[in-house]
């Protein structure tokens, strides 16, 4: 059993920065691959990016590419979503999730766990 806590989201103009924080619980942390996902009003869940379980792999949806970092510290059991260059459109709920198959993916059905979410909001 995995518990997932994000923080770090908040208000922040276009061009700015976040960097998301996901504090997890359970002694297996570090063989779980974690990954982010993101929600705006009235759409769908899609993701934003991924790192396997040992942070030797990390994946990005093409519209954060260059824009954003994911990282982990295993012996934080925590995993981190740096977010550069915020537009308008990256407004929405931002998930961290566990997938205990450790190799991380860009489908939302393969996580096992998830948090409860930290609204990123940019204004223009």
């Known amino acids: 059993q995995v518990q997932l806590v994000e923080s770090g989201g908040g208000l922040v103009q276009a061009g700015g920065s976040l960097r998301l924080s996901c504090a997890a619980s359970?002694?297996?942390?570090?063989?779980?691959?974690m990954g982010w996902f993101r929600q705006a009003p009235g759409a769908a869940r899609e993701f934003v990016a991924a790192i396997n379980w040992s942070g030797s792999n990390t994946y990005y949806a093409d519209f954060v590419k260059g824009r954003a970092t994911i990282s982990r510290d295993n012996a934080k059991s925590a995993a981190y979503l740096q977010m550069n260059s915020l537009k308008p459109e990256d407004t929405a709920v931002y998930y961290c999730?566990?997938?205990?198959w450790g190799l991380g993916d860009p489908r939302p059905v393969r996580y096992d766990y998830w948090g409860q979410g930290t609204q990123v909001t940019v204004s223009s």
């Open positions: 359970g002694r297996t942390f570090g063989s779980y691959a």
């Open positions: 999730a566990a997938d205990q």
